[in-house]
């Protein structure tokens, strides 16, 4: 039995693991992009749980930065910016429940397919932002066009970095708000976190009837903390398949994968969201993996482990997590 089989998704969730129908989400299907997550959009699809969706996203740009003589600056309206498909709506799924993730694949899209990576003034985790004021001179804009394939990541002649795809953001809608999509929070959003692959079961918490699924913003590669403000950008086809757990009420977003459960916090400054993160798996350890409050606390000073997802959004994201060994009955 492989580990999805076993999975918190496929044992709990409303299809139990079955299949059904498969969905095309292309860019023509899509038509308009998003760039809040929130109740407001209409829904582009209505999915089963147990569907699989096949999703074209566009890169961050919106494909704006064609070459590297494109500057953000002057091809760019911000704060339009990290475009999402969606909303996709899930029969079953209502407030109080948890919607279940899962990313199947991701591959590079177009007949060329290349990755964007790029500086841009007053953004990024080193340079002066309007939430970090500095009297300083904005470090230099340059982009980088990246060829790529899902064999590599080709950053130069000297380098050819690993293809490890993410999904950069994904959520739920909020209840009542609206959040600019580079914006992480509760709902889940901008978290750039790279463990949100293939392979990976992302849980959602479901705050509106149906659950109003928003996914984009897709990275070939990139490094914790996404510290110049930008991945490896590029458009992607990622197949998804969602679930619902009834009654499952979570505060933030969780992952799973083969190895390990996580907790994922966003906030500023960047230890709230890792208080966050490691309350939300204190909690979790106590509530269904048999462990006393204390003695999780205690344990996750010696085994917890920390992924940062990114140090340069309006809200940081911090995954806390822990090694599946360590969930013994």
């Known amino acids: 039995m492989s580990w999805l089989d076993q999975s918190i998704m496929r044992t709990r969730g409303l299809a139990q693991g079955r299949s059904a129908e498969t969905h095309a989400l292309t860019e023509a299907k899509q038509g308009k992009f998003h760039y809040t997550i929130g109740p407001y959009s209409d829904p582009v699809l209505q999915v089963r749980p147990g569907d699989r969706v096949v999703v074209d ?37 209502d407030k109080g429940d948890v919607l279940a993730v899962y990313i199947e694949s991701m591959a590079p899209r177009g007949p060329n397919p290349r990755g964007t990576c790029a500086m841009i003034p007053q953004f990024g985790a080193l340079s002066g932002t309007s939430l970090t004021a500095l009297l300083a001179d904005s470090l230099p804009e340059i982009v980088r066009k990246i060829d790529l394939d899902e064999d590599g990541v080709y950053w130069s002649r000297r380098v050819t970095l690993p293809y ?55 990275h070939a590669c990139q490094g914790d903390g996404e510290v110049c403000g930008t991945a490896v950008e590029y458009p992607s086809t990622t197949t998804i398949q969602v679930d619902v757990i009834k009654g499952w009420n979570l505060e933030w977003p969780r992952l799973e994968n083969e190895n390990r459960i996580m907790c994922i916090g966003s906030a500023r400054p960047l230890e709230d969201a890792t208080r966050i993160a490691y309350k939300e798996l204190v909690l979790w350890l106590e509530a269904e993996y048999g462990y006393e409050r204390w003695d999780a606390y ?32």
């Not at 992480?184 to 509106?208: E, F």
């Open 57 to 93: 996203t566009r890169d961050a740009f919106e494909g704006a930065v064609k070459t590297e003589q494109d500057l953000p600056s002057r091809v760019l309206r911000m704060p339009f910016v990290n475009p999402q498909n969606g909303p996709i709506l899930v029969e079953g799924a």
């Open 164 to 218: 490890r795809p993410h999904i950069g953001t994904l959520s739920c809608s909020p209840e009542i708000d609206s959040i600019n999509t580079l914006t992480p929070d509760a709902h889940g959003g901008n978290m750039d976190l790279p463990d949100m692959g293939p392979g990976s079961i992302t849980y959602l918490p479901v705050r509106t009837p149906g659950a109003r699924l928003f996914i984009g913003d897709a």
């Open 298 to 329: 205690m344990m996750l000073s010696q085994c917890g482990l920390v992924r940062l997802g990114n140090f340069v959004d309006p809200k940081y994201t911090v995954g806390a997590g822990i090694e599946k060994k360590y969930l013994v009955p």
